[in-house]
């Protein structure tokens, strides 16, 4: 359990995924070594998760491949009684789901997770990602179907994530703030630039926070909304910055469906001489000075930590709004 629990960690604190790799193959020839097999799913699912964002499988959104595969994994005898093992699944093909933009393998996890979250009740260290995704994907529904239950299910996870950030959990502020935003985006008639605040302080915060995975996945959803709106120019410098960010955090799966999803589209619209910065492979290695609020010159969300710099709170520490402030 313990080497579950730390493969579970480093990728929810958005390390870097090849690091992953390395450790969860030690860590399962050790366990299949010493005969530690209730260990194993632990960090298999991990495992394949993060081989999943890298772009080595075969379906980005089915855990099989090279660490496992997941019909053996739900199918094997008495899995469906170990319900920590099957959440376990469910919330990481949740995750990996969201970060493909494939929303109905995202709901199926989310409510099959949901169904079994007496296991993830409590102080658990995955519980904020895991809210922040489940709000995020029941947003994506209701946008797809305009069916009300997402709205009020989106609604409930942001309300639960609020009491981790009232009880002084620092690093929950900014997946917080990105589902506020997400709300104000959601919002009829909406103001850009109140939008772009609320996006802008969540990028911030991730920073802060220094989790990587968090700001790309900040600065993408900022882009899919002006994308939306049609605002080329924002959209590209959003999106542009979140495959940088990707790429850092080593996801190059997640860089090639960007590419194909956003930049195919974008390009022909920017002015001449624009770039993504996404190479054919999708390694994002050729990207701009960036000085916006997503990153800066010769910065990195790894480099700030390497160096030693110490996260202060945003604006004075003022507290977070809560949902009848900001959404209501």
Excluded at 217 to 223: D, P, Q, W
Excluded at 245 to 267: D, I, P, Q, T, V
Excluded at 319 to 325: N, T, V
Aim: charged content about 25%.
């Amino acid at each position: 359990l313990a080497a579950g629990t730390y493969v579970m960690m480093y990728f929810f604190c958005g390390l870097p995924l090849s690091g992953l790799l390395q450790d969860a193959e030690m860590f399962t020839g050790q366990q299949q070594r010493y005969h530690q097999a209730a260990g194993l799913p632990l960090v298999a699912t991990t495992h394949q998760a993060a081989l999943n964002l890298m772009g080595k499988c075969m379906n980005p959104v089915k855990l099989s491949g090279s660490a496992m595969d997941e019909d053996e994994y739900l199918n094997e005898p008495g899995s469906h009684g170990r319900k920590v093992k099957v959440q376990t699944y469910w919330m990481m093909l949740l995750m990996v789901a969201c970060y493909y933009d494939d929303i109905e393998v995202a709901a199926r996890c989310a409510e099959n997770s949901w169904q079994m979250r007496t296991n993830i009740d409590g102080p658990n260290f995955y519980m904020p990602a895991y809210l922040m995704f489940m709000s995020l994907v029941s947003s994506d529904a209701w946008f797809a179907t305009k069916q009300r239950k997402f709205k009020k299910q989106a609604r409930k996870h942001h309300k639960e994530l609020e009491k981790w950030v009232n009880k002084g959990a620092m690093n929950t502020q900014h997946k917080f703030y990105l589902l506020l935003a997400e709300e104000e985006a959601a919002k009829e008639g909406s103001k850009l630039e109140l939008v772009k605040v609320r996006y802008d302080e969540a990028i911030s915060m991730a920073r802060q926070s220094r989790f990587v995975q968090d700001v790309a996945l900040a600065n993408e959803r900022a882009g899919k909304y002006f994308m939306k709106r049609g605002d080329v120019e924002k959209a590209f410098q959003y999106l542009r910055r979140a495959t940088v960010l990707y790429s850092e955090w080593g996801a190059r799966g997640k860089l090639n469906h960007m590419k194909k999803k956003y930049f195919a589209h974008l390009e022909p619209m920017l002015p001449s001489g624009s770039s993504s910065g996404v190479g054919g492979d999708g390694d994002g290695k050729n990207n701009p000075t960036d000085r916006s609020e997503g990153g800066s010159k010769g910065s990195s969300v790894y480099g700030m930590a390497l160096r030693g710099s110490r996260p202060t709170l945003p604006s004075a520490g003022r507290p977070a709004p809560s949902l009848e402030e900001s959404v209501l």
